[in-house]
């Protein structure tokens, strides 16, 4: 009896998660495998027909395409910078948020409300700042030096996308810090303070390791969002000027449909960037679980 209970509950859970399961293969695990497939072919996609190229693409990218290294590279310039800064302000945000007794929730809010809106739409709407706004202001204030071709430019323009990407990111990483500070039991700071702690020990040596799983949280949603950018890339900048803050993910988009249409060698690209950003998490997530357990 019991036997014939379980079964009838596990047939009623897998009837629910079933659509979700449906959907996931179709739209998810069955392209994904296809791009393995046609990352070994030099179909175009658009012709019926392809030819099986072995590793051939895998080998033209990695040794023969400079605007593809020169992808990888600028990448990992943006995600460096992207992974320090957004949690750093991300963690500074929460810790003075939650200082806070009255107004926690309308600066929640505030900071929170970048999140919500599309990076195509932000990068429009920072692109209007760059080029409008700011040498508006340069022109009428005595702030000169806003005056730069700040998109134009290759000098800044990668400063224009680290702007654009914190301003939308940082909101979201600081709702799980919020949460996480929430949860460091209140006699620990207590107990600190006693001892003679200040602010700053006692969050090094207190608050820092409670939040640890939270930081591991952050950084791998950073590391992921940040190898993956393309929105913000393609609305701000188009990957210009020139090439200078051309990501992978742009270049892949041009390689399979701007470009030669290489729809096989686009699909290989998309595989390295899929075990570049598949390596470094485990890493990441091999390191933050160490820390964890020491902490």
Known sequence: MIFTRNRKQNIILLAFVFPAILFYSVFVLGPSFGGIWYSLTDWNGLNPTYNMVGLSNYIEALTDDPYFLDAIWFTLKYVIFMVVLSN???ILL???IESQQRSKVWFRTIFFMPNMISLIIGGFMWMFIF???LPYIAEHTI??????????DPRFSFYTLLILSLWSGV???MVIYIAALQGVP????EAAAIDGANAMQTFRNVTLPMIYPALTIGLFVTLNGSFKVFDAVFALTGGGPGRATQVIALNIYEEAFSLSSRYGYASAK???LFLIVFIVTLVQLWIMKRKEVEA
Do not use: P, R
């Not at 702030?143 to 134009?152: K, N, R, V």
């Not at 209140?186 to 700071?189: G, S």
């Open 143 to 152: 702030f000169h030096f806003l005056d730069q071709s700040w998109i134009g």
């Open 88 to 90: 750093f302000l991300a």
């Open 186 to 189: 209140q006699q620990l700071k």
């Open 131 to 133: 080029t409008k706004v």
């Open 270 to 272: 998309a595989m390295i």
């Open 171 to 173: 909101g979201y990483l």
């Open 94 to 96: 929460a810790v003075l």
